[in-house]
Structures are given as structure tokens and as C-alpha cells.
């Protein structure tokens, strides 16, 4: 089973800076099976970014994702008001269980 | 436009069952592998369980492995879970979702509460 190590645990920062969330796997993510969500409070989950690095359809590009095999990247370029919010990395590799990282909670500095 | 709606939820006691539904509109619905993903109280997300389109690949966490199980009836647009032997961990909002045909989860419920408590 793959283990994701999401990093930091809390992120704060002012709006208009950048960003940079980190997702480490205990094995290499398949054909980068990674994605990324955004959770708001009392909110469900939203997709950001599958495949690593491509982005959702109607996610800003100030939203980004990179790396391959164990090590990934989230990262908004500018901080909006609208993006203080929890992260999640997740791997959906070719068979269960699809883990989820711990969350990173980007906070308001 | 795709909606999930979960239900079923509530306060059911230790060992006891519990079914839980998801009414999905506005996709074809047996194009789609569906899961269970919940997340307990002030917690992080975990994956429960997955089924493919025709129900002939179905997976589960560890967690739940020989105590729920995922269903799905692709006549009536629906997805179950069937959780039995409940216990106070597994008390969470469990949401249905969506598998894209990318592999991820693109669309998600609001999810339906389940408190596991005497």
C-alpha cells in the first residue's frame, strides 16, 4: 500500500504570495496516478489537478502540479483570498486502496 | 449537470448495520466506476471502497475489508454501501463519488453523516 506524506501540516501565508505544498510517496505513483484537492470548510472536496500536473476543468492556472514517482508539488502561484483552504494529495494507481495524504491547512497569515 | 445525492445516514449503535444510498443525475451512470470516501469529524479524507462500471472490480480499505460492501444497480442510476458490525471509527460524512475516466474523482456529494455511538 502506498503511504502519501503531505508536508508542511500548516502553510501561512499572505495573499499574493506563492505557495509550495508538498506530497511524497512511500513508492512510486504509477504513470503519475496523483492528484490534487482543495477542501473549504462544510465544502465537499473539489478536483484541482490529475495526472500529476494537468489541471481540472475551471481550475485557475495560478494552480499548478509537478513531479513524478515519489515526489509532487502544488503550487499556487499568487494567493487569493479564496484559496486559504485544505489540501489533499491522492494516489489512483492501477488498484486499491487510493490513499490519501494527511492534508496541508493553508492558513491566512 | 452531475449531481451525487448521498443518504441514509443517522445514529445507529455499535455492531449494528447500516445502508447507505447515492442517487446520481445528469451522466451516464454505468460509464462510471463510483467509491465511498469519508472523513471523520475535523479529519482527513480516506478512501472506503470502489467499484467498476459493471460491478466486476470492487475494492475496499483495510479498515472495512469483511464489513461493508459496495453495490451498485446501474438500472435505477444508484450506489450502496452496505455497512455492517459498525464501529465508533467509522462514524464520519461519508460522500459518493465519482471516478473520472482520467482515474480520478471529479465529482462529489455532499455526504451523509453516520454516528456510530451507544
Redesign the interface.
Same mark, same amino acid.
Given at each position: 500500500?502506498i503511504v502519501l506524506t503531505q508536508s508542511p501540516g500548516t502553510l501561512s501565508l499572505s495573499p499574493g504570495e506563492r505557495a509550495t505544498l508538498s506530497c511524497r510517496a512511500s513508492q512510486s505513483v504509477s504513470s503519475s496516478?496523483l *492528484?490534487w %484537492?482543495q477542501?473549504k470548510p462544510g465544502q *465537499?472536496?473539489?478536483?484541482l489537478i490529475?495526472?500529476a500536473s494537468?489541471r *481540472?476543468t475551471g481550475i485557475p492556472d495560478r494552480f499548478s502540479g509537478s513531479g513524478s514517482g515519489t515526489d509532487f508539488t502544488l503550487t499556487i502561484s499568487r494567493l487569493e483570498p479564496e484559496d486559504f483552504a485544505v489540501y %489533499?494529495c491522492?494516489q489512483?494507481g492501477s488498484?486499491?486502496?487510493?490513499?490519501?495524504?494527511?492534508?496541508t491547512k493553508l492558513e491566512i497569515k | 449537470e452531475v449531481q451525487l445525492v448521498e443518504s441514509g445516514g443517522g445514529l445507529v449503535q455499535p455492531g449494528r448495520s447500516l445502508r447507505l444510498s447515492c442517487a446520481a443525475s445528469g451522466f451516464t451512470f454505468d460509464d462510471y466506476a463510483m467509491?465511498w470516501v469519508r472523513q471523520a469529524p475535523g479529519k /482527513?479524507?480516506? $478512501?472506503v471502497s470502489?467499484i467498476s462500471w459493471n460491478s466486476g472490480s470492487i475494492? @475496499? #480499505? =483495510?479498515s472495512v475489508k469483511g464489513r461493508f460492501t459496495i453495490s451498485r444497480d446501474n438500472a435505477k442510476n444508484s450506489l450502496y454501501l452496505q455497512m455492517n458490525s459498525l464501529r465508533a471509527e467509522d462514524t464520519a460524512l461519508y @460522500?459518493c463519488v465519482r +471516478? #473520472?475516466v #482520467? /482515474?480520478?474523482? =471529479?465529482y $462529489? /456529494? +455532499? /455526504?451523509t453523516l453516520v454516528t456510530v455511538s451507544s
Open positions: 500500500e496516478y *492528484a %484537492y477542501q *465537499a472536496p473539489r478536483l490529475y495526472g494537468s *481540472a %489533499y491522492q489512483y488498484s486499491p486502496p487510493y490513499g490519501f495524504g494527511q492534508g | 467509491h /482527513g479524507l480516506e $478512501w470502489g475494492g @475496499y #480499505a =483495510d @460522500y +471516478q #473520472a #482520467a /482515474g480520478t474523482l =471529479d $462529489w /456529494g +455532499q /455526504g
